[in-house]
C-alpha cells in the first residue's frame, strides 16, 4: 500500500475528496517542515485559512487544524498529509507503523486467544 492508499483508507470519503482537491489545487501553503513536524496554512472555501500541525510524539502520528474537529481526519489535514507524501514522506512513515500496529492487534469484537497448553 502506498501513502495515498493508506492517507485514503484513514479519512471519510468526503474529506479525501476535497483534501485532494485542495492539494491539487496548490491549497497548502507556507509549508514548514522539520525531521518531526510540518507546519501549513490551507486555503479554504471561504478564502481563510486553517493552521494544520502534522507531528510525531512517542512515535504516534498527531494531527491537528483550526477547523471544527473532524475525525477521523479534516480535508485540510488530508490535503498536508498528500503535501507531506511528496515533500516529507518520513513524517508518514510512523503512520505505516500505527496502522501495522493495528492490524496485528485483536479486534475488539475479538475474545483474547487463551495461552497453548503444555504437556
Known sequence: MNLHDLIKS?????????????????????AQCSPRAIQAKVA?????????TLS???NRLGCRCSCKPV?????????VMLYAAQEA???LDVLFAQTQTAEAA?????APRPPPSIS
Request: hydrophobic share 30%; aromatic share 10%.
Open 10 to 30: 484513514l479519512a471519510h470519503q468526503e474529506n479525501w475528496d476535497k483534501g485532494s482537491r485542495l492539494y491539487h489545487e496548490g491549497a497548502v501553503l507556507d
Open 44 to 52: 479554504n472555501e471561504s478564502y481563510n485559512f486553517e493552521r494544520v
Open 56 to 58: 510525531i510524539h512517542s
Open 71 to 79: 475525525i477521523p481526519y479534516c480535508q485540510h489535514v488530508v490535503a
Open 89 to 91: 514522506p518520513e513524517i
Open 106 to 110: 485483536p479486534h475488539r469484537d475479538e
